[in-house]
């Protein structure tokens, strides 16, 4: 099956700094997503993505479908405490409704 | 997007018991998903849930293990069933969106399940 290879595992960074995380497939991809998880709570999609090439922005997030199709991007700007958590990629293969989830970024941001 | 609610929030059980999680949506969605998320891990599908047949399992996931009902187009169940303490994770629902959302899911805030 397809896999979905998620770097990096884990981020400290200082409130204001920039972040960057990605993932990479085996495989080609059709749709990416990116989703962020609290504590104690399920994920939350953060940015859809659906064409090679494409670039999105939600807010202080960015999100790019990589141009081979078998990666993705997301950037966070001016990192903010609540930005902790723990950040999922996932995808799925042409005409497929299931995800398949990388092992997640877990961000901590230093005030 | 839809709201989805999950019941329990969380549980703690005893080996060899078995327990029901429910899932309900505030709309009529094409399609749901059961998920695990062991201790620090990722999301697993465990299945699709179908509206009136059959639930979909995925490899190393089993109906006996985790039945699945879905009655109608708000609602699903899932059984963890003769439960041990490897059973112990997070418990998700997902549905897809709808229109051009169709390739999104959107999850439900999970039932924490200990094992002892």
């Known amino acids: 099956g397809q896999q979905l290879n998620q770097s990096p595992q884990s981020m400290f960074i200082q409130e204001g700094e920039d972040v960057s995380m990605n993932c990479t497939s085996s495989?080609?991809?059709?749709?990416w997503l990116w989703y962020k998880q609290d504590p104690g709570e399920g994920p939350v999609l953060l940015i859809a993505?659906?064409?090679?090439?494409e670039l999105t922005s939600n807010g202080r997030l960015t999100a790019q479908f990589g141009i081979t199709r078998k990666d993705s991007f997301l950037n966070i700007s001016a990192s903010i405490p609540s930005d902790v958590g723990i950040y999922f990629c996932?995808?799925?293969?042409?005409?497929?409704?299931?995800?398949?989830f990388g092992k997640g970024t877990k961000l901590s941001v230093i005030p | 997007s839809a709201v989805i609610s999950q019941k329990p929030s969380r549980d703690i059980c005893q080996r060899g018991t078995s327990l029901t999680i429910q899932c309900q949506v505030d709309s009529q969605v094409t399609m749901m998903f059961w998920y695990r998320q062991q201790p620090g891990q990722s999301l697993t599908l465990i299945a699709t849930a179908n509206q009136g047949s059959e639930a979909t399992y995925e490899s190393g996931f089993v109906i006996d293990k985790f039945p699945i009902s879905r009655p109608n187009l708000t609602f699903s169940t899932l059984t963890v069933s003769n439960m041990s303490p490897e059973d112990s994770s997070i418990y998700l629902c997902?549905?897809?969106?709808?229109?051009?959302?169709?390739?999104?899911?959107?999850f439900g805030p999970g039932t924490r399940l200990t094992v002892t």
């Open positions: 495989s080609i991809f059709n749709t």
């Open positions: 993505l659906y064409k090679a090439g």
């Open positions: 997902s549905v897809v969106g709808q229109g051009a959302r169709t390739y999104e899911q959107y």
């Open positions: 996932a995808g799925s293969i042409a005409g497929s409704y299931q995800l398949t």
